[in-house]
């Protein structure tokens, strides 16, 4: 059952495997759009009709045929027959040498193929002048040429954002079919470990992990379920495992997962279910528990407080992801240049905390928060980035280009 891996295992190799067991939250629920925000379609959603449905000026003006337009520069004098305003379409006839008023959004009328800003012309009684130079189909939005009829405008496994919202207004969806919210209990452990609010012993500590982990599942999406502090102890930690994986899709603990005398994680787990126990190539964030209690996943990170941040992000964000249904997505990286040098010891991959800003040329700098080390929650909460450092990076010197990474998700 269990699965003690000695070696150190690569950050990749570790996630994929994650990756490769969990599957989607099968339920799905339909939604009225608004209520759809941050959760992921479940269905392919196609347009039944073109957007915009019918062709329409870009710009307030006059609709007119282009073969009608004198030569380039010369005057061009057509005569005013009506208008097309948004809603309120020109239903007429347009002969040769005549023009409509048009406002942005209104309907041209078949036949039209320019419109001509109202800012190139001049108008007495019903004639319009114009001489500037034109070219055919000037503003006009074709028909169909954001979305056309029978295409996908949202594909399953997207994440209906603010732009998807209004897409599907756009498409005429009042209400959209999406995966059910998976749900994520989680629990600190330590006999030292004090809730905010109370007086602190000798030794005690806040438990802020709970609140990080909180906002983390609150930005990830999903409904966190606060089972609150288990203390060092075996049964207790089986106890509140075995109510986690009744609540939840997922359990999330932290601290207690090495093999030190007061890390009941690991016995709890064998107890109830399978583990893996990863001793992960990565800065900071090992050793990592991963594991499963009947249907729910399990996930113990590490007790200090920037590795329970780093490897929730690293590790239980993609893997919920997953299970919300959404397709693999990658973080966007871009090269920075480091104003000071950066100390590493090749062997394991390392996410420093770092805050990247733009020089004066406009070129992305990077500089370190400083003391890095995992208890130091400050570095994370001045950072805007992390500074990647692979495997196999030694120390740099100033000026050196690195990845970064900006915090996307962990805001
Ligand atoms: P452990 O993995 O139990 O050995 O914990 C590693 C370090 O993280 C210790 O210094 C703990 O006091 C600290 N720690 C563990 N849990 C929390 C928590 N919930 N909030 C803040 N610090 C914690
Ligand atoms: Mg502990």
Redesign the pocket.
């Known amino acids: 059952m269990a699965d003690f891996d000695v070696a150190s295992t690569p950050y990749e190799e570790a996630l994929s495997s994650i990756l490769h067991r969990i599957t989607p939250v099968a339920e799905t629920e339909r939604l009225a759009i608004r209520d759809a925000i941050h959760r992921v379609v479940a269905e392919d959603i196609y347009a039944d009709q073109n957007v915009p449905t019918d062709r329409n000026s870009a710009m307030d003006g006059y609709a007119c045929r282009y073969s009608d337009l004198a030569e380039k520069n010369a005057e061009s004098r057509l005569r005013l027959v009506g208008t097309s305003a948004a809603g309120s379409p020109f239903t007429g006839e347009i002969d040769k040498g005549c023009c409509i008023r048009i406002f942005t959004g209104g309907v041209v009328p078949d036949g039209l193929d320019t419109v001509v800003m109202q800012e190139d012309c001049s108008i007495s009684e019903d004639v319009v002048t114009t001489t500037n130079s034109h070219r055919l189909g000037q503003h006009i939005r074709q028909s169909g040429e954001d979305i056309t009829a029978g295409e996908i405008a949202l594909s399953k496994g997207r994440t209906i954002g603010t732009a998807e919202l209004g897409l599907l207004a756009s498409v005429g969806r009042a209400e959209v079919l999406v995966h059910r919210k998976p749900r994520v209990a989680f629990f ?3 006999d ?2 004090r809730a905010v609010g109370e007086k602190l012993n000798p030794g005690d ?6 609140y990080t982990l909180y906002g983390m599942l609150q930005s990830a999406g999903v409904e966190p379920v606060d089972l609150g ?1 288990v203390r ?1 102890d075996l049964e207790q930690t089986i106890a509140a495992l075995r109510v986690g994986a009744s609540k939840a899709d997922v359990v999330v603990t ?5 093999v ?1 005398d ?2 009941f994680v690991k016995q709890a787990l064998e107890k109830l279910g399978e583990l893996t126990l990863w001793k992960v190539a990565m800065k900071p964030g090992r050793p990592l528990a991963f594991g499963k209690i009947d249907q729910t996943w399990f996930f113990g990170l ?4 920037v ?2 941040m780093v490897t929730f992000d690293k590790f239980v964000r993609p893997a919920l992801n997953r299970l919300k249904g959404e397709k693999p997505s990658i973080p966007i990286r871009l090269n920075a240049r480091i104003a000071k040098p950066i100390r590493k010891r090749p062997g394991r991959l390392e996410f420093q905390r770092g805050i990247l800003s733009f020089d004066s040329s406009g070129e992305p700098v990077v500089e370190s928060t400083g003391n890095q080390s995992s ?1 130091v929650l400050t570095s994370m909460s001045r950072a805007n980035c992390y500074i990647v450092l692979p495997l196999a990076s030694g120390d740099l010197d100033a000026g050196t280009t690195v990845t970064v990474e900006p915090f996307e998700a962990l805001l």
Do not use: F, I, K, Q
Request: charged share 20%; hydrophobic share 25%.
């Open positions: 600190s452990t330590g030292e470990l500590v806040y438990d802020s992990n709970r502090v060092d932290s601290a207690g997962a090495s030190g007061a890390d590490p007790g200090n407080p590795s329970v208890g």
